[in-house]
């Protein structure tokens, strides 16, 4: 499977991965030059494979905006340069040399280069170029597979790439089965250390919801050896990659409402569903907190699917009693489900518009309307709104979940 990073050879030993690269833009002001740049390359010798961030603070005097590809094209061109053979990598990590131009009086090793180049910059004579060498900090973070968890999974050369939906959502089928399947990696490119931890969450969430209708369901986590296995076959244990779900073939609820597509009269059915299916996440301890039309999806019996349970939110989409609370994900229990009503309400009010002058549209929108109020003691209570929601009474419960 290709992911989402691109490999770029510059030298016979070295591979970079131009998405990688990254500047610091938080000292930046109006032109001024980034503070630091960095690029991520895989050094290969001796049949080892060593992952390594490379990081300049030296300034090269490219200043523009505009000039982001030239500076690139500047770091990589120092790159190819350093003589990775004399640096001590750090093994089945991610490296990060730290390249500064400083005093020849500060006791730092210098950066090694190949003999047959030279820098191509004007160096002062008490200058010279040093580096650092320490673990990326800000390298992915892999889930390790407990084998004694027995969580189905897959490995990841089963997996076979057919569409990237998103950053880290990919349209895939596995070997050995003929459906379409999604993989969502834990990997991406705005990856930030925490994400794992919000990855584990929604696994265990998942875990926890199988067998559940009207919610995405958990198929296998994609497992392989480390990806920064330094020495290959070194029979290092398994990581989790990303997870494998069921994929849901007649696109999303927001699709849906801005194409006044609901499936002939499915969509009247639809609240019910997502209703008894919001509860039945609440009875097992556990909340959506992004209730938007963008993340429910409709499967191949034109019913609704929730996706995306307790892993982010919407600022937009949080009840106003609770805007000013941070982190909203930390709110109560309590809170996040009454949160979770009041979303919902907002969904119903946009579901509405599919039949905007019919009876039922006309239900819908009216009990989202009461369970979106402004002020929580004037919204309607849920077993009501229940009660009440189009062919709802037509719907025996132990069908629903």
Same mark, same amino acid.
């Given at each position: 499977?290709?992911g989402?990073?691109h490999a770029?050879s510059i030298?016979e030993?070295i591979q970079?991965f131009?998405?990688?690269?990254?500047?610091?833009?938080?000292?930046?002001?109006d032109?001024?030059e980034?503070c630091e740049?960095s690029?991520?390359i895989?050094f290969?010798a001796?049949?080892?494979?060593?992952?390594?961030?490379?990081?300049?603070k030296?300034?090269?005097?490219?200043?523009?905006?505009a000039?982001?590809l030239?500076?690139?094209?500047?770091l990589e061109a120092?790159?190819s340069?350093? =003589?990775?053979?004399?640096?001590?990598?750090?093994?089945d990590?991610?490296?990060e040399i730290?390249?500064e131009k400083?005093?020849?009086?500060?006791?730092l090793?210098?950066l090694?280069?190949k003999?047959?180049?030279q820098l191509d910059?004007?160096?002062?004579? =008490?200058t010279c170029?040093v580096?650092?060498?320490?673990e990326d900090a800000s390298?992915v973070?892999?889930?390790i597979?407990?084998?004694?968890s027995?969580?189905?999974?897959i490995?990841?050369?089963d997996?076979?790439e057919?569409?990237?939906?998103s950053?880290n959502v990919?349209?895939?089928?596995?070997?050995?089965r003929?459906?379409?399947l999604?993989?969502k990696t834990?990997e991406?490119?705005?990856?930030e250390?925490?994400?794992?931890?919000?990855f584990?969450?929604?696994?265990?969430?998942?875990v926890?919801?199988?067998g559940?209708?009207n919610?995405?369901?958990?198929?296998a986590v994609v497992?392989?050896?480390?990806p920064?296995?330094?020495?290959?076959?070194?029979?290092?244990?398994d990581?989790?990659?990303?997870m494998?779900?069921?994929y849901y073939?007649n696109g999303?609820l927001?699709d849906a409402?801005?194409?006044?597509?609901g499936?002939?009269?499915a969509w009247?059915t639809w609240?019910?569903?997502l209703?008894?299916?919001?509860?039945?996440l609440h009875n097992t301890c556990?909340?959506?907190?992004?209730?938007?039309s963008?993340?429910?999806v409709?499967?191949?019996a034109d019913?609704?699917v929730?996706i995306?349970i307790?892993?982010g939110y919407?600022?937009?989409n949080?009840?106003?009693?609770?805007r000013?609370?941070f982190p909203p994900l930390?709110?109560?229990?309590?809170?996040?489900?009454?949160?979770d009503?009041?979303a919902?309400?907002?969904?119903?009010?946009?579901?509405?518009?599919?039949?905007?002058?019919?009876?039922?549209?006309?239900?819908?929108?009216?009990i989202?309307e009461?369970l979106?109020c402004e002020?929580p003691e004037?919204r309607?209570?849920?077993?009501?709104?229940?009660?009440i929601l189009p062919?709802?009474?037509k719907?025996?419960y132990?069908?629903i979940?």
């Amino acid at each position: 499977m290709k992911g989402f990073h691109h490999a770029l050879s510059i030298s016979e030993h070295i591979q970079t991965f131009p998405r990688t690269y990254k500047e610091d833009q938080g000292y930046r002001v109006d032109d001024s030059e980034p503070c630091e740049r960095s690029e991520n390359i895989i050094f290969h010798a001796d049949g080892l494979k060593w992952h390594v961030k490379v990081t300049s603070k030296a300034k090269i005097g490219i200043t523009k905006r505009a000039g982001l590809l030239k500076r690139r094209k500047k770091l990589e061109a120092l790159i190819s340069l350093i =003589d990775f053979h004399s640096i001590s990598l750090l093994p089945d990590t991610v490296s990060e040399i730290v390249i500064e131009k400083v005093s020849c009086l500060l006791c730092l090793p210098k950066l090694p280069l190949k003999q047959e180049f030279q820098l191509d910059y004007t160096e002062p004579s =008490d200058t010279c170029w040093v580096y650092t060498i320490q673990e990326d900090a800000s390298r992915v973070l892999y889930p390790i597979y407990d084998i004694e968890s027995k969580l189905p999974m897959i490995a990841l050369a089963d997996i076979e790439e057919k569409e990237q939906i998103s950053n880290n959502v990919f349209l895939v089928t596995s070997k050995g089965r003929d459906e379409n399947l999604i993989y969502k990696t834990v990997e991406h490119p705005f990856y930030e250390q925490n994400h794992t931890a919000v990855f584990q969450q929604e696994l265990r969430n998942l875990v926890l919801l199988q067998g559940c209708r009207n919610i995405v369901q958990l198929v296998a986590v994609v497992t392989s050896p480390s990806p920064f296995q330094t020495k290959p076959s070194s029979g290092s244990v398994d990581v989790i990659l990303g997870m494998v779900l069921e994929y849901y073939p007649n696109g999303t609820l927001e699709d849906a409402i801005h194409l006044l597509n609901g499936k002939g009269t499915a969509w009247k059915t639809w609240p019910c569903h997502l209703a008894h299916a919001l509860l039945r996440l609440h009875n097992t301890c556990i909340t959506h907190m992004d209730i938007t039309s963008r993340n429910v999806v409709i499967d191949a019996a034109d019913e609704p699917v929730f996706i995306d349970i307790g892993v982010g939110y919407t600022y937009e989409n949080l009840a106003p009693e609770f805007r000013n609370d941070f982190p909203p994900l930390e709110l109560s229990f309590n809170q996040r489900c009454q949160n979770d009503w009041w979303a919902f309400g907002k969904l119903l009010i946009e579901l509405a518009s599919i039949e905007d002058n019919g009876s039922s549209g006309t239900i819908i929108r009216n009990i989202g309307e009461k369970l979106s109020c402004e002020h929580p003691e004037d919204r309607l209570d849920i077993s009501e709104a229940i009660r009440i929601l189009p062919t709802s009474k037509k719907l025996i419960y132990r069908n629903i979940i």
